[in-house]
């Protein structure tokens, strides 16, 4: 079975501060990662996917198969970061929702201190 | 709406009592789903609609779960004889197919519906 794994429930930064969230998954196959990102009060949202390869308000992912790993990473943390992030993972008929669904992470919440 | 509009945001039931909520997706996408998402969990895959037909309930947690999209826009998820252990947010998300022109994979969300059972 596919699986995603958050470690950190909670992370806490200084502003300016690197941040990291971790990511690892078990899948068999090639799968599509992603990052969903809940801000307070506001609906679930995709932040960025691995396949675009993109930076989405300075923040980057990178898939390494290798360690099955997505973590998501920013250089320099801003107050605005602070929110839910959830990782997913699309993988084969067996994720829930055939080939479109999406298998999620429990969620870090990351908290960006003043 | 531009947006996945869920209905209602907040219910409060007794334990035994049937809910009903809904979900207006995105005008034009095709596939449907819900999740569950208990306080602090990820959420989990509920059930899929790909139009009016429902591909897979596998995450279903029992027959009390039932839910529809009969004419292949709006669909309700139905709760029977709630339980405690129902109190949680259904989502509902809506995309594209994959495969036709536009997919980009990304499910948009509702707001989500939250469901207290006392």
């Given at each position: 079975?596919?699986?995603?794994t958050?470690?950190?429930?909670?992370?806490?930064?200084?502003?300016?501060?690197?941040?990291?969230?971790?990511?690892?998954?078990?899948?068999?196959?090639?799968?599509?990662l992603f990052w969903?990102v809940?801000?307070?009060r506001q609906?679930?949202?995709?932040?960025?996917?691995?396949?675009?390869?993109e930076?989405i308000?300075?923040?980057?992912?990178?898939?390494?198969?290798?360690?099955?790993s997505?973590?998501l990473?920013?250089?320099?943390?801003?107050?605005?970061?602070?929110?839910?992030?959830y990782?997913?993972?699309r993988?084969?008929?067996?994720?829930?929702?055939g080939?479109?669904?999406?298998t999620?992470?429990?969620?870090?919440?990351l908290?960006?201190?003043? | 709406?531009?947006?996945?509009?869920?209905?209602?945001?907040y219910?409060?039931?007794?334990?035994?009592?049937?809910v009903a909520?809904?979900?207006?997706?995105?005008?034009?996408?095709v596939?449907l789903f819900?999740?569950?998402q208990?306080?602090?969990?990820?959420?989990?895959?509920?059930?899929?609609?790909?139009?009016?037909?429902?591909?897979?309930?596998?995450?279903?947690?029992s027959d009390?779960?039932?839910?529809e999209?009969?004419?292949?826009?709006?669909?309700t998820?139905?709760?029977?004889?709630?339980?405690?252990e129902?109190s949680?947010v259904?989502l509902c998300?809506?995309?594209?197919r994959s495969?036709?022109?536009?997919?980009?994979?990304?499910?948009?969300?509702?707001?989500?519906?939250?469901?207290?059972v006392?």
């Amino acid at each position: 079975a596919q699986r995603v794994t958050q470690p950190e429930k909670l992370l806490s930064v200084f502003k300016g501060a690197p941040v990291e969230l971790k990511c690892n998954y078990s899948y068999s196959g090639s799968p599509e990662l992603f990052w969903y990102v809940q801000y307070s009060r506001q609906r679930l949202q995709l932040l960025l996917r691995h396949i675009s390869r993109e930076s989405i308000k300075g923040f980057t992912a990178d898939l390494n198969k290798g360690e099955t790993s997505f973590h998501l990473k920013k250089p320099f943390a801003q107050e605005e970061d602070s929110a839910m992030y959830y990782c997913a993972l699309r993988g084969g008929p067996y994720s829930g929702g055939g080939a479109d669904g999406l298998t999620f992470g429990k969620g870090t919440h990351l908290i960006i201190q003043p | 709406g531009a947006g996945v509009s869920q209905s209602p945001r907040y219910k409060v039931a007794k334990r035994g009592q049937d809910v009903a909520l809904r979900c207006d997706p995105i005008s034009g996408h095709v596939s449907l789903f819900w999740y569950q998402q208990a306080l602090g969990q990820g959420p989990e895959f509920l059930t899929y609609f790909q139009n009016e037909a429902q591909l897979d309930k596998s995450g279903l947690p029992s027959d009390r779960f039932f839910a529809e999209r009969p004419e292949g826009s709006v669909s309700t998820l139905k709760i029977q004889r709630t339980q405690q252990e129902d109190s949680a947010v259904y989502l509902c998300a809506s995309s594209k197919r994959s495969g036709l022109a536009g997919y980009t994979g990304e499910l948009f969300f509702g707001e989500g519906s939250r469901l207290t059972v006392l």
